[in-house]
């Protein structure tokens, strides 16, 4: 289901209101973790709320279906692991300087509750996550 690299639509909440956008979720270290702007908007919603809940489509033959995540969103202040993270991802380490690039905020999403669809069925399932 999720791989090294998964795109996903998360949600954030501003003013009340949720924000929605397409996003670039890495696993690493059996954690999931994403990489921004440290001035984009979904940085300051998520200090503000660190709730966050993404899903990623599923698609098999002619069904579809979806992993719902709902997150806790932490920001990774550990050098050790924005450094690895960087050197990890390529895609991720041509758009910053490095891992002390002002710029750059990397956040781990820490699952609390999971839904699940398989492709092609019509009821879904939810887990408690950690």
Not at 27 to 41: I, L, N
Not at 61 to 74: H, L, P, S
Not at 107 to 115: A, D, I, K, M, Q
Request: hydrophobic content about 35%; charged content about 25%; some cysteine.
């Amino acid at each position: 289901m999720f791989g090294a690299i998964n795109h996903v639509t998360p949600a954030t909440v501003d003013q009340g209101k949720p924000r929605l956008r397409p996003m670039t979720v890495v696993r690493w270290g059996g954690e999931s973790y994403f990489a921004t702007e440290t001035c984009s908007d979904k940085v300051s919603q998520m200090t503000s709320n660190q709730l966050v809940e993404f899903i990623l489509p599923l698609r098999e033959d002619e069904g579809k279906g979806y992993v719902r995540v709902e997150c806790v969103a932490e920001l990774v202040e550990d050098e050790k692991m924005r450094s690895a993270l960087l050197d990890g991802l390529g895609f991720v380490k041509k758009l910053w300087t490095g891992s002390g690039d002002p710029s750059l905020t990397v956040v781990r999403l820490v699952p609390r509750v999971y839904g699940y669809m398989k492709p092609g069925e019509l009821g879904s399932i939810r887990v408690s996550g950690r």
